[in-house]
């Protein structure tokens, strides 16, 4: 059915009439998007309990990530179908403007990512198993956006990434490295055996603490688990990639400061963090309930303000569409080992996953995702003349 032989009145992106039902409400929103209810398309979705409808009416978001995750609904190209939707400019009313605003209100009264709190992400989502993050990701053990410009495969996105982040802090051998949310030691591996710096990763999770720590045994590498607030020393350069989606805005100064402080004075900062266009807080309410609990993403006008009391902007560099590429690779390893991995975590999980994976990829393919690399330097008189590296 759709909104021209429903008989209902017609729809504009944004409203909804008295009359429509939740099943014409989305068959509305749909072809908005050049998509149909149980469409032919692969990005069309495919809906196998009618009480899908009420439920992401009355729950938004949350609603449409937990029907999928109960085998409610399907679609073959998830990712495109999500795409479409922003690129339609109908996903804030799909997954409700209210429900939206409630979980901005929350992250802007109350510091989700407090120190008493940094814990929560790490139990909840990293800690969930290592078998998993080594069949999904690269053999470096990167969660980050890989670099493609070059790339052919994600092993090759993952090595390039690392490096351009080691040309961009220009690594001296001997040097003192910071890694603010080290993962499970792909950069600390990468930059002690290829530059020959020490390198210092700390952690919130237990789980990459071990594996890091087995990853480089006999390398200048230290993997502590511990919260950036805690950290005492100073560094002749830092690093950090893919954990400032974990800060929060209430956050972002202590966090520049306390890197600040860590810095030495003629040293180089470089930022890997996924972006927002837009200044808001918190993040999709299913990402927050599901997948990253307490995460936010900074748009560049809120890094800029942040940076301002601190550091000098050097280099901006923005490749957001190479996560498009990374996430689908992740999601190619992950149904690959499936198999092996299915009897300890369920189908559940495995929807609940493929959920994240896919609708991830179409935020970062519509654009409306970024990825940016942010090189910074303290601020003070005598800082000689940076080139950026690409």
Same mark, same amino acid.
């Given at each position: ?105 929350? &992250?802007?009264?109350?510091? +989700?990512?407090?120190? !008493?709190?940094?814990?929560?992400? *790490? @139990?909840?989502?990293? /800690?969930? $198993? ?28 993952? &090595?390039?990434?690392?490096? +351009?982040?080691?040309? !961009?802090?220009?690594?001296?051998? *001997? @040097?003192?490295?910071? /890694?603010? $949310? ?50 005492? $020393? ?157």
């Amino acid at each position: 059915m759709t909104a021209t032989t429903s008989g209902y009145k017609s729809y504009k992106p944004g409203t909804r009439t008295r009359l429509q039902k939740p099943h014409q409400w989305l068959a509305d929103l749909l072809q908005a998007a050049g998509a149909r209810i149980n469409g032919p398309n692969p990005w069309d979705p495919q809906i196998h309990n009618p009480a899908t409808y009420n439920r992401i009416l009355a729950r938004g978001s949350v609603g449409i990530g937990e029907s999928y995750m109960d085998g409610w609904w399907d679609c073959e190209q998830l990712d495109e179908l999500v795409s479409r939707l922003i690129n339609a400019d109908v996903d804030t009313d799909l997954v409700g403007k209210w429900h939206l605003m409630r979980h901005w209100l929350i &992250a802007r009264l109350f510091n +989700l990512q407090s120190e !008493k709190r940094s814990h929560i992400v *790490g @139990e909840q989502h990293y /800690d969930v $198993g290592n078998d998993l993050y080594r069949a999904m990701l690269d053999p470096t053990m990167s969660y980050s956006c890989g670099y493609w410009q070059t790339a052919g495969d994600l092993n090759q996105a993952q &090595a390039d990434k690392l490096e +351009l982040i080691c040309k !961009k802090l220009k690594l001296q051998p *001997g @040097e003192t490295v910071l /890694d603010i $949310g080290c993962g499970w030691g792909g950069f600390a591996e990468w930059a002690a055996r290829n530059h020959g710096v020490h390198v210092t990763g700390i952690t919130i999770s237990r789980e990459q603490q071990a594996l890091a720590r087995e990853r480089c045994v006999g390398l200048p590498v230290e993997v502590a688990l511990q919260d950036y607030r805690q950290l005492q $020393g100073q560094f002749d350069k830092i690093t950090s990639i893919g954990m400032f989606e974990h800060v929060g805005h209430k956050n972002y100064d202590t966090y520049l400061r306390h890197a600040h402080r860590l810095m030495k004075d003629d040293g180089i900062f470089v930022l890997h963090t996924i972006g927002n266009p837009l200044s808001r807080t918190g993040v999709d309410p299913w990402i927050h309930r599901y997948i990253f609990p307490n995460g936010e993403l900074p748009s560049l006008a809120q890094l800029s303000s942040a940076t301002e009391p601190y550091f000098v902007i050097e280099d901006v560099h923005n490749f957001g569409p190479d996560y498009d590429k990374t996430l689908m690779a992740w999601h190619a390893n992950f149904e690959a080992a499936w198999p092996q991995l299915k009897q300890q975590y369920g189908e559940r999980f495995y929807r609940m996953w493929n959920y994240y994976l896919k609708s991830c990829a179409g935020g970062f393919r519509s654009r409306a995702l970024q990825l940016y690399q942010v090189v910074l330097r303290k601020r003070h008189h005598s800082l000689p003349r940076y080139f950026p590296v690409r």
